[in-house]
């Protein structure tokens, strides 16, 4: 996934430079809206797929470090 891709996914426009700060609480925020179990079985393994990405943003946000500084990665 290219960096405008996972900005996009957890709802900043494509060329912004969230901090790490930022990056969580749109990480919790999306968590919340996708969760596979919110959803009806036929829904399941979309809701599945698109959970797995946002908790991969959110890894690799974690590793970048623990500073406010703008989230480079992206």
């Known amino acids: 996934m290219q960096g405008d891709e996972e900005r996009v996914l957890i709802g900043f ?3 912004s430079r969230p901090t790490l ?3 969580k609480a ?3 925020k999306k968590v919340w809206e996708s969760h596979p179990d ?5 829904e399941k ?3 599945e797929s698109k959970f797995k990405l946002i908790s991969e943003v959110h890894l ?4 970048t470090g623990l500073s406010e500084r703008p989230i480079l990665w992206f």
């Open 21 to 23: 700060s930022q990056v």
């Open 13 to 15: 426009p494509p060329n």
């Open 45 to 47: 393994p979309g809701a």
């Open 60 to 63: 690799l946000a974690d590793c």
């Open 38 to 42: 919110l959803f009806p079985l036929y």
């Open 26 to 28: 749109a990480y919790r």
